[in-house]
């Protein structure tokens, strides 16, 4: 798939959502400074993982490891790579008659193969494997390899609505590329923790990355809170926890959490992962301002859309007033329970005709599926849009 530009590149499967609560009330976690005086990243040694949070916390922690952010990135293995390896099924045929791509299996992994056949008698190949999955596959997959400690992105994806694979973000449809590098600002809504070791912008730290979005990339570093609720004194109740709990948050605070990721790439004004939830988004990333009448995209800009809906004007609704990234939620329709909340049936202009069968899917209507203009696929002279929820609650004209 390929993207225009101030589009993040990874980007493909995650849905809006905020964690709930683990603990109350909230802190932000303890961190230094730079030399400049912008905050830095909290170090991986105030992290205490997933395995210390299920000892109080297993039933969420264990609803959470099936959810789209969990999966958001994976080790490449069997269990993670959704595409198709089996003979017939493995080839992407490009719109360069003599290029193709070749997937493959074997006791040595996963592999990407581009084969260039120059003339019948000689062929250039040249192979990477696959090392990380982005994307938990239900809608599409993108896959990165490790060049020594340097990330990039392989130039085949795998579109589940086909059962195909297509050409990947950024790269050009006919050309043997391996060179799409990763960036941090793509691992910090793709991973909970990493260390970039720069030059080049796309190395790091190989044994000290932490993939998918995990307990603590909402509810901020855990070791502190782990070590207090492990002593032999408890906290009481009321006392403050060394944890953050999102639901305790200010509207807008809530709100950031959520935009980190989910309101577009955005200018860096700090490095990578400085921002922890409780912050201000504003000091860490420039979020460009939104013109109420300049058209937005479905992709990457969920955050935008839902401020300008009524229902989100006319309320103190928030990412968490729908989702519950605790939970897996596949079915767009179970969330009209939500709407149903604030509204009632007998306001719909389809109640006359449809009577309360229109309280089994307010979603499809007022919140559409759209095809994005910003991240797509230029594959075989076709060209693959991905549907979008429209994250602006509104009245749309009868389709």
């Known amino acids: 798939m390929r993207q225009r530009p101030h589009r993040d590149i990874g980007a493909i499967c995650l849905t809006l959502a905020l964690l709930l609560p683990l603990a109350a009330p909230a802190q932000t976690a303890r961190r230094a400074t730079l030399p400049g005086g912008e ?7 105030s992290y ?10 297993e039933a969420e922690a264990k609803a959470h490891a099936g959810t789209a952010h969990h999966l958001t990135s994976q080790i490449a293995g ?3 790579i959704a595409g198709n390896f089996h003979p017939g099924s493995n ?8 290029l193709l791509f070749k997937m493959t299996a074997d006791g040595d992994g996963y592999h ?3 084969v260039d ?9 040249l192979t990477e494997r696959f090392d990380i999955v982005v994307g938990a596959g239900r809608k ?8 020594g400690d340097e990330l990039f992105e392989l130039p085949v994806s795998w579109w589940a609505k086909s059962g195909t694979w297509i050409n990947s973000p950024g790269y050009q449809d006919g050309a043997v590329r391996f060179d799409r590098i990763i960036v941090p600002r793509c691992l910090e809504c793709h991973a909970s923790y990493f260390e970039s070791t720069p030059p080049p912008s796309n190395r790091y730290a ?37 944890i953050v709990n999102p639901a305790s948050l200010a509207r807008n605070r809530q709100i950031d959490a959520c935009a980190l990721c989910h309101a577009g790439l955005g200018e860096p004004l700090a490095p990578a992962l400085s921002f922890v939830s409780g912050d201000a988004l504003d000091k860490y990333i420039r979020i460009p301002a939104m013109d109420s009448d300049l058209p937005l995209d479905v992709h990457g800009n969920q955050v935008q859309l839902l401020k300008r809906s009524r229902c989100f004007q006319a309320s103190n609704m928030t990412c968490s007033t729908c989702h519950n990234v605790h939970r897996q939620e596949r079915d767009p329709a179970a969330f009209s329970r939500y709407c149903l909340d604030c509204h009632q049936a007998k306001q719909c202009g389809k109640y006359a005709t449809m009577g309360e069968q229109i309280t089994r899917n307010c979603i499809d209507c007022h919140m559409p599926l759209r095809q994005s203009q910003a991240l797509f696929s230029d594959s075989n002279d076709q060209t693959l849009q991905l549907a979008v929820r429209d994250h602006r609650v509104a009245i749309y004209p009868a389709r």
């Open 206 to 242: 190989r044994d000290r990355l932490t993939l998918g979005i995990t307990c603590e990339r909402c509810h901020g570093p855990g070791r502190e809170h782990v070590t207090l609720y492990r002593s032999p004194s408890p906290p009481k109740p009321d006392a403050a926890k060394a």
């Open 39 to 45: 905050s830095k990243p909290p170090s991986r040694d």
């Open 140 to 147: 599409s997959q993108t896959y990165l390899y490790w060049k």
């Open 48 to 57: 205490a993982g997933d395995d210390a949070c299920l000892t109080c916390h």
């Open 112 to 114: 990407q193969t581009a």
């Open 117 to 125: 056949q120059l003339s019948p008698a000689k062929s250039i190949e």
């Open 78 to 80: 069997a269990g993670s």
């Open 91 to 98: 080839i992407f045929k490009t719109s360069n008659p003599s």
